[in-house]
């Protein structure tokens, strides 16, 4: 079997089970497969649908997320809106407040792939915002490595002229 047939058909089995968990198992071939489809993956295909739209679409389907956490706050609508918010094109992200969402998940009404995904994502927007200070903080080493460069490069060219100066009036005529 192809890889876009089985992609293929894990998308339709995606879409049939309209959010309830299917497994999917292949026998044939050198190792045996199982595929479990529910929420998360579901959400993860329709992510991957999401990051191709334009920014109007996106801002707009944005909306109708929030809309839809306003008006059932369970951990499916909030999951859809944290992924959104967190993993999504610039012109929608949001890390701090799909880090709020995330963090206000109820662990026990959610299921097992959703607490997953919301750790993975909470995990996610954390190491960013380490990576993000971390990047920070060289930077700002780098502007005062380059300071202190400017600044030696400087004193250099001061001795230099002074050991010209000191060399021009000492040799002899």
Not at 1 to 26: E, G, H, N
Not at 40 to 55: H, K, M, T, V
Request: aromatic fraction near 4%; charge should be neutral.
């Amino acid at each position: 079997m192809s890889k876009y047939l089985i992609i293929l058909i894990i998308m339709a089995f995606s879409t049939l089970a309209a959010c309830q968990p299917v497994t999917v198992y292949r026998s044939s071939g050198p190792v045996p497969v199982a595929v479990r489809i529910d929420d998360a993956a579901y959400w993860l295909e329709e992510w991957q649908q999401l990051i191709a739209l334009p920014d109007e679409a996106l801002k707009k389907t944005l909306e109708i997320r929030r809309q839809e956490f306003i008006r059932s706050a369970e951990p499916r609508t909030r999951l859809r809106l944290a992924l959104l918010l967190a993993a999504g094109p610039r012109s929608v992200r949001d890390p701090e407040r799909a880090l709020k969402l995330l963090k206000g998940l109820d662990i026990d009404r959610a299921n097992g792939s959703a607490r997953a995904l919301a750790a993975l994502l909470q995990q996610n927007i954390e190491e960013q915002d380490w990576s993000g200070d971390k990047i920070a903080g060289l930077r700002e080493k780098l502007t005062q490595s380059e300071t202190r460069v400017e600044e030696l490069e400087r004193q250099l060219h001061e001795l230099t002229t002074i050991e010209q100066n000191i060399q021009q009036r000492v040799t002899p005529n």
